[in-house]
Nanobody, 119 residues
Framework: VQLQASGGGLVQPGGSLRLSCTAS????????MGWFRQTPGKEREFVAY????????YFAASVKGRFTISRDNAKNTVYLQMNSLKPEDTAVYYC?????????????WGQGTQVTVSS
């Protein structure tokens, strides 16, 4: 499975961005999809995941209430809608695919997209 993340950019505090992650290759499997983020010198941080059906979602406390995650299985795409962005949300965001609902155990990773929140 290959994952391609996109949608990052520069946004002012309080603004919004929507990240997308499109899967290709072995997309017939029912993967859990997750989003992570990483800043220089820090470990990769879990952000959110969504089950295959979309019926189960889970968010890190730092983004709960501001971010939403959704997916369109017909398009093999998962989305991360980020609202009320803060400077501390600045990071490279990665999408990942796995076989179980997890905040850390994933089998496939995308290349990352930069999100910068700054005035």
């Amino acid at each position: 499975v290959q994952l391609q993340a996109s949608g990052g950019g520069l946004v002012q505090p309080g603004g919004s961005l929507r990240l997308s992650c499109t899967a290709s290759g072995r997309t017939s499997s029912r993967y859990v999809m997750g989003w992570f983020r990483q800043t220089p010198g820090k470990e990769r941080e879990f952000v959110a995941y969504i089950s295959w059906s979309g019926g189960t979602t889970y968010f890190a406390a730092s983004v709960k209430g501001r971010f939403t995650i959704s997916r369109d299985n017909a398009k093999n795409t998962v989305y991360l809608q980020m609202n009320s962005l803060k400077p501390e949300d600045t990071a490279v965001y990665y999408c990942a695919a796995g076989s179980k609902l997890s905040t850390y155990e994933y089998d496939y990773w995308g290349q990352g997209t930069q999100v910068t929140v700054s005035s």
